[in-house]
């Protein structure tokens, strides 16, 4: 069973920065699709950044030039690099993944069933 585990949140001013880390853990010997959600209380989650295919990330149209998905290349890592935060950022920010044998990773939320329970990220005007 993989486990996900958010670190990096925090409190940052309109225009800062933050890494978002998730830790890939447990038993795995299949390739699985990653991506980054966030959620804000009273809305629907929101994929921000999906790592599509090997080399190939995608990203919502709200974050383009702002954050960066990646994997680490030695550790199960993945990352969200986040700049010029504004406070329309401000979320529970999530990693989640699901196994797949082939083609693109998909931004719906309801084949990822595996999920990190969340780091807040919160920006101040």
């Known amino acids: 069973q993989v486990q996900l585990a958010e670190s990096g949140g925090g409190s940052v001013q309109a225009g800062g920065s933050l890494r978002l880390s998730c830790a890939m853990s447990?038993?795995?010997?299949?390739?699985?699709?990653m991506a980054w959600f966030r959620q804000v209380p009273g809305k629907e989650r929101e994929a921000v950044a999906v790592m599509a295919s090997p080399g190939k990330t995608e990203y919502a149209q709200s974050v383009t030039g702002r954050f960066t998905i990646s994997k680490d290349k030695v550790h199960p890592i993945l990352y969200l690099q986040m700049t010029s935060l504004t406070p329309d950022d401000s979320a529970t920010y999530y990693c989640a993944a699901y196994e797949i044998e082939r083609g693109t990773c998909s931004w719906s939320d309801l084949l990822y069933d595996v999920w990190g329970q969340g780091t807040q990220v919160t920006v101040s005007s």
């Open positions: 447990g038993r795995y010997t299949t390739a699985y699709c």
